[in-house]
Each structure stands twice: as structure tokens, then as C-alpha cells.
């Protein structure tokens, strides 16, 4: 019994190590190598941890009788799922804190054409958001952080709308990237950087508006598709 319970005590351990020391690579190529993603590290994190719990409780597995197999596999299917759900909350947190991450600037000086510089990464975000099907779980936070990314979007592209918004403006059918392509003409297109030097060439400027108004386009319909979840879900 002492042999047994020694082997069960360190099958738990080399269990939570295996977890553990997954967990702890994800995190360095993450922070440090920045060889990762955001969703990547959840994913990589979510399969080492299911893999230690597997190793965790395989001697229990080995230990069972013929006669309590169904009951105790039964019982051991249960503590697993649990702790499954448990990461699965975990996971929900991790997005969190990165959508919440996803706000802020580089503190550089941003960048140097028609798009805010945290656009690409939210709009990948959010792909991983869906992709680990989190979304419902997160949609209050995505609206927030959308809108302030969509105001900063939004006003790249006062060349063409004039009207600057502030964090918090609601953005209307009259805001829909449509309005804002057929607003777009050849004398915009002249007065975008018109002040630079050197001098920028009409295609540049205008694929760099093109730039910006796609982005915005992408952004749009994020909002579009949390505003139908929010009224699916009232």
C-alpha cells in the first residue's frame, strides 16, 4: 500500500511538473523570444497542463480493480473535467488581460501612415478570440477596447470626415466605411501629408488611405457582429 501510494504521490508531481514546466516555456517564448502569440501561448499552456493531468492520474488508472473499474473511471472523469473547466477559465482570463493589453500604444511614435498602429494586432486578437470560441465570454471587453481602437482608426482618417470623435462616441449608420470611401476623392488624396518633406507621390497617399480605410472597414464590422451578439443575448 506504501509502494502504491508512493507511486501515486509521484505520478502527481512529475504530473504538475510536466504542467508546470510547460506552462513556464510558453511563457519564455512568449515574453522573452517573442516567438508566439497570445494564442498560441493559451494553447500551448492549455495542451501541457491536460498532459500533466493525464500523467497525474494515470496510476490511478493502472490501480483500479476489474470489479471498480466503471465506478472509479467514472469518478476520475469527473475530477477531470472539472479541472478541464478550470482551465478553460483560466484560458478566459488570459484573453482578457491581452484585450485589455491591446489598447495601449507602443509609446514610439506610432506609425507613419493611415493605419493606428494597434489595429493589426487587435483585429488577430479578436480572430483568436473567435477561434477559441471565448467570444460571448469576452464581448463587453472587445467592445471596449474596439471602440477606443475604432476612434483612433477613425481619426487617422480625418483627411477625409473632418470630424474628429473621442473615446466613448458612439459610431453611427453615417460612420459606416461606405460614407468614407465615396467621400474619398483625387483632391483629398492631394492634401494627405500635402505639408511633408519630402514630398510623398498621389499613389502613395493614396495607397496609405486605402490602407487606413480598409482597417477601419475590419474594424466596423467587429462592432457590427458584437452589436448583433449583444442584442441576440438580451
Not at 8 to 36: D, H, Q, Y
Not at 107 to 117: K, L, R, W, Y
Not at 131 to 152: E, H, P, W
Not at 215 to 223: E, Q
Amino acid at each position: 500500500m506504501k509502494t502504491k501510494n508512493n507511486r501515486l504521490k509521484g505520478n502527481t508531481v512529475f504530473g504538475f511538473v510536466v504542467g508546470l514546466l510547460g506552462i513556464a516555456c510558453g511563457l519564455w517564448l512568449l515574453i522573452f523570444l517573442e516567438k508566439i502569440s497570445g494564442a498560441e501561448f493559451v494553447a500551448f499552456s492549455f495542451g501541457f497542463a491536460v498532459i500533466g493531468l493525464i500523467i497525474a492520474f494515470a496510476a490511478e488508472v493502472q490501480e483500479f480493480s476489474i470489479a471498480g473499474n466503471g465506478v472509479k473511471l467514472k469518478e476520475l472523469r469527473s475530477e477531470a473535467e472539472k479541472t478541464i473547466e478550470e482551465l478553460k477559465e483560466a484560458r478566459t482570463v488570459l484573453f482578457r488581460i491581452l484585450v485589455e493589453k491591446s489598447i495601449n500604444n507602443s509609446g514610439g511614435f506610432g506609425s507613419n501612415n493611415a493605419v493606428d498602429e494597434r489595429v493589426d494586432h487587435f483585429l488577430n486578437l479578436v480572430n483568436d478570440v473567435e477561434k477559441f470560441d471565448v467570444i460571448d465570454d469576452l464581448k463587453s471587453d472587445l467592445s471596449r477596447a474596439l471602440n477606443i481602437i475604432m476612434v483612433g482608426q477613425y481619426n487617422e482618417l480625418c483627411i477625409i470626415h473632418k470630424e474628429p470623435k473621442k473615446v466613448g462616441d458612439d459610431f453611427s449608420n453615417s460612420d459606416k466605411p461606405h460614407f468614407l470611401y465615396i467621400a474619398l476623392n483625387d483632391e483629398v488624396i492631394k492634401l494627405y501629408k500635402g505639408n511633408q518633406t519630402p514630398v510623398v507621390d498621389f499613389d502613395t497617399k493614396k495607397s496609405e488611405i486605402m490602407g487606413g480605410l480598409e482597417a477601419y472597414s475590419k474594424l466596423y464590422a467587429i462592432k457590427v457582429k458584437l452589436d448583433k451578439l449583444e442584442t441576440d443575448n438580451a
